[in-house]
């Protein structure tokens, strides 16, 4: 659609071009006919009264300046009316690559019945989808009909139901003389409709829903309010679907992530919690740093799984330390093959990284860390300082250098202080200091 658009964008600049050069090849005619016609009268200048040429050249330096004022406004009006159209085009064109990006259904339809009510100067609007056999009003703008919002119609109910099932575009300048239009609506809302443009939402697999304009506020909907919505509804199609396939993702990621750190929780007793704490934690950084929405997305999403390697562990089989430091490495192989987790499986890969290069797995030093991962090293590493339940009161069956033990606030900040330039990064834990307080610590 895009393309179609900036061809005819293309063509209507085109158009503007050639008006201004037919306005000038007008007047160079009609100057040229003047100076013959001049030259003529001064041929038969000795044959015919003076009084009659000078009435002569009057009557058609009169004629020429009509000509030219005639030719001159319909042209302004032309052009004027291209560029309507054009800006209308430019506006369309901004809007369809703005909505692309819009990834949240409710703002989406929202969005694209606000810009059809701007492209067309509609009163009233509404977006209307297919589910099941019915056709549930999913936003509307306008007096009063935010009484819609929610409600539904039988699939082939009135004009809407009528556009769904045919796939085409219905344009009414009098809905009372159009049998299909049904009164129901307007006793809900108390709204007159008079005239109506009605375009489907389609998709190559078919007709998802439509989108319904009332009353244009001067006139009634043109041929082109038709032509532009119906390539805005095409677009629109696309992004409703996209937003679709997105939070169904999302749903199903936020349930399988659910559903992992239970699993997660009940499987490492040592661990009940951990992981929804260090994702607590560390948005505090996130916060302080001004990271975006979606980076801070990203780091809770990654603070969240960052221990799910232990799933892939039999901890009664594990007799040494170095076996509990494969977890990361298990963990960035289980999530990276998924696609909704694949942007945070290097973060979980390399949690265990210190500052100072002397971590696991890669052995990374300071910027070559990722951001995320050097986060999460602090907060993992507070929480285990502060929990009752430490993975390291386990560690302590294997390894003899491992000590149990829980301190307080203070003396975690004063430790992850101590450790900063070796084990965490400096910055960071400055940023995390200046970022907690014993409020955000919870009793565990």
């Not at 056999?133 to 009135?158: A, Q, W």
């Not at 089989?317 to 289980?334: A, N, P, Q, R, W």
């Not at 300082?385 to 307080?408: E, F, H, N, Q």
Request: glycine share 6%.
């Amino acid at each position: 659609m895009a393309v179609n658009l900036e061809e005819k964008k293309g063509a209507v600049e085109d158009i503007k071009r050639q008006i201004k050069v037919l306005n000038v090849v007008v007047l160079v005619i009609i100057c040229t006919l003047l100076f013959l016609v001049i030259r003529f009268l001064y041929v038969i200048l000795d044959y015919i009264p003076k009084q009659s040429i000078v009435v002569i050249l009057l009557i058609l330096v009169g004629l020429a300046a009509i000509g030219l004022y005639l030719a001159n406004s319909a042209s302004k009006r032309a052009i004027r009316k291209i560029e309507e159209y054009s800006n209308k085009l430019n506006m369309l064109l901004t809007i369809t690559k703005d909505i692309r990006e819009i990834v949240h259904g409710d703002i989406l339809i929202d969005n694209i019945i606000g810009s059809s009510l701007k492209i067309t100067g509609a009163d009233t609007g509404s977006i209307l989808l297919s589910e099941g056999d019915k056709i549930i009003f999913k936003t509307v703008k306008g007096t009063e009909n935010s009484k819609l919002l929610g409600s539904s119609l039988p699939k082939s109910h009135g004009i809407v139901g009528w556009v769904i099932d045919n796939g085409s575009a219905v344009r009414i300048d009098d809905v009372k003389n159009d049998d299909r239009f049904d009164a129901e609506i307007d006793n809900i809302t108390g709204h007159n409709t008079l005239s109506l443009l009605c375009v489907p939402l389609r998709l190559s697999s078919g007709v998802i829903g439509a989108l319904e304009l009332v009353n244009k506020k001067s006139g009634v909907f043109t041929n082109e309010d038709e032509e532009l919505i119906s390539y805005f509804a095409d677009q629109a199609a696309i992004s409703i679907a996209s937003t679709k396939f997105y939070e169904d993702q999302k749903n199903y990621e936020t349930h399988l992530t659910g559903i992992l750190l239970t699993t997660l929780d009940n499987f490492v007793h040592d661990k009940h919690g951990h992981s929804k704490r260090v994702a607590k934690y560390s948005l505090l950084i996130a916060r302080a740093l001004n990271m975006t929405e979606h980076e801070m997305e990203r780091l809770y999403r990654a603070s969240l799984l960052h221990d799910i390697g232990f799933l892939r562990i039999r901890m009664g089989d594990i007799s040494f330390k170095e076996g509990y430091m494969t977890h990361s490495v298990l963990g960035y192989e289980m999530l990276r093959q998924i696609n909704f987790y694949a942007d945070i499986a290097p973060i979980i890969l390399h949690h265990h990284e210190r500052y100072d290069g002397k971590g696991y797995p890669a052995g990374l030093k300071e910027e070559a860390i990722p951001l995320e991962s050097r986060i999460i090293a602090i907060t993992e590493a507070f929480d285990a300082m502060i929990t009752r339940d430490s993975y390291k009161t386990t560690l302590k069956t294997i390894s003899a250098d491992v000590k149990p033990y829980i301190c307080g606030f203070k003396e975690a900040i004063e430790d992850i202080r101590k450790n900063a330039g070796t084990q965490f990064d400096p910055k960071l834990v400055e940023v995390f200091m200046n970022s907690i307080n014993e409020s955000h610590v919870e009793e565990v």
